[in-house]
């Protein structure tokens, strides 16, 4: 009878490492693809980063170009026409091109 016994309680303890060996195969499952996850996260926001800094540093030296297009598009719509004495007035105002 002690046999018995002692073959049922190493089969329950089998049971539960068999048990435990599946959670800790899931969780590292879990936790390889939090991992993976964090590190797209990572890249996308390194990447977003660099794009605003590269951004903002094309229209620091780009920006006179922009205002001026800008504001010839504004002056074409508001006179009708690309009439000279408009666009006068804006360089007085702006400065002649370079």
Do not use: C
């Amino acid at each position: 009878m002690d046999h018995a016994k002692e073959m049922l309680q190493q089969t329950y303890t089998n049971e539960r490492l068999d048990l435990i060996v599946d959670y800790l195969d899931k969780m590292n499952r879990r936790d390889r693809w939090r991992t993976m996850g964090g590190a797209l996260k990572g890249a996308i926001s390194i990447a977003s980063f660099v794009i605003l800094i590269w951004s903002g540093v094309y229209f620091a030296l780009h920006g006179q170009e922009f205002i001026k297009q800008i504001t010839d598009a504004t002056l074409s719509s508001l006179s009708g026409t690309n009439s000279p004495a408009a666009f006068d007035k804006y360089n007085s105002y702006i400065g002649k091109p370079k």
